[in-house]
């Protein structure tokens, strides 16, 4: 009789199961420490108005760097962050610094610039939430309707009465919400009808897409006119090239960001980028 499995293979499997978890124990302790030892930091990428050009905002990015001087990339971190509710201290600070680093471009003088922030769901769904933004605006001394929050459709999934009165209470301070990497949940079409949002966020895997020669079945020009018939702004992210750039104005679309027009950058030289762009 034929054995499905080894011995030894059985005990492979185990070992290496075990040594993932091994894995995310070191990667969960190792980021609690750089937190406490202050060893993450955020990075700004540019928003701009795709007609003008204009720079609007910016979206705050999480970093870690760890004792070596390398980064740990956000998608291997925040889903354990997630997991483990260390998300909710660091997604809190995530929010303290950010506005802070508005209020610094609003007495720069870049009075209406937006500052879009990553939330997740975890985060959204504490019960204090809405009082950790109250208290976040205030403390930075920034108008509500300049901070962005950006949510992912996941949390469409969920309760969408409970979740609406908790977008209820963040528009009601002024606060804006974007739904972020739009298309890619399993809930896009319904979020439109049942969440109360302001802004779609295009995916950066359909901007992929967007070329002059490709003409139908465009996903992009469809969140776009979806967008438009929902009375709904919206901005596409990963923008890599000007004709994905020229491609999406005559989409229609109203803003964008991507490496085209700038890398996320660390605070300070996102600042000088800003101020030499002002000339
Ligand atoms: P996201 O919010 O969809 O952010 C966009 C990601 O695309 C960022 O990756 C950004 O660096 C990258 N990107 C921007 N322009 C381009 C481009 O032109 N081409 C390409 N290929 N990529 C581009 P990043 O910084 O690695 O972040 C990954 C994800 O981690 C974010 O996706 C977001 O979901 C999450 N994240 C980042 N910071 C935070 C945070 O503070 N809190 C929470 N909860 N999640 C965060
Ligand atoms: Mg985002
Ligand atoms: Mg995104
Ligand atoms: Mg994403």
Redesign the pocket.
Known sequence: QAKLFSRGKVQYFKASLRQAAKDRIELLTGLREAFSSERLFL?Y?PQIDLRTRRVIGA????RWRNQHGEFI???RF?PLAEQSGT?IPI?AW?LRTACAQLKQLIDLGYSDFRMA????YA?FREPDFVDVLTKVINEACVPAQQLEI?L?ESIAIEDPISINQTLSAIRALGIKVAM??FGTGYSSLSVLNKLRIDRLKID?AFVADVSPVATDGNLARVIIHLAKDFQLSVIA????TESQLNELIKMGCDEG????IA??MDAKTFVDWLMADAK
């Open positions: 990075y990428q979206e705050a990015l999480l990339p956000p998608d925040i998300i997604g995530v922030v990553n939330v997740s985060q950006e992912t972020d990497d950066r992210e990963g923008i890599e960001q991507g490496y085209f890398k996320p």
